[in-house]
């Protein structure tokens, strides 16, 4: 079992309540005060369970500048007070941020019995694995 410190346990916790405030944020129509809540607990949950350093590692490399730029710059626009402009901004950079993690989701989700044998369908599994291949060539 893996053994997690005090802060990436609060910081686990702050990701859980981020991801929560912004999924009912957006069942909400878009309510701007429980999105910007969820993207603050998210960001600061991150840099708990990473650390500071490798949180502004992990942004700030040069080659992910451009995705940075979106994910931050639409946490901003959500908390100026766009929140549909800023979530889609957010959830472009988010993909582009962490696309090089879709293979690795997407080869754990195979293994778990009901979930891997739908992704393990003819025509599910060509369009997974072809759209899992695009995301590592960039």
């Given amino acids: 079992m ?3 410190s005090d802060s990436q346990k609060i910081g686990i916790g702050l990701m859980g ?3 929560f405030f912004l999924f009912f944020g ?3 129509f878009f309510d701007k005060a429980l999105l910007a809540i969820g993207n603050i607990l998210f960001v600061a949950g991150l840099a708990f369970v990473i650390g500071l350093e490798r949180t502004f590692r ?3 490399q040069k080659h992910k500048l ?6 931050l710059g639409g946490v901003l626009v959500v ?7 800023g979530v889609v901004l957010e959830v472009y950079g988010f993909f582009l941020l962490f696309r090089g993690f879709f293979p690795v989701v997407v080869g754990f989700i ?4 009901v979930l891997g044998s739908i ?16 995301n590592t060539m960039v």
């Fill in 66 to 71: 451009k995705a940075t730029s979106f994910f």
């Fill in 110 to 113: 195979r293994r778990i019995p």
């Fill in 58 to 60: 992990f942004f700030f």
């Fill in 119 to 134: 992704l393990n369908l003819p025509f599910i599994s060509a369009y997974v694995d072809r759209a899992s291949e695009s």
């Fill in 17 to 19: 309540f981020g991801v």
């Fill in 79 to 85: 908390l100026i007070g766009w929140p549909i402009v």
């Fill in 2 to 4: 893996i053994s997690l």
């Fill in 26 to 28: 957006m069942i909400l």
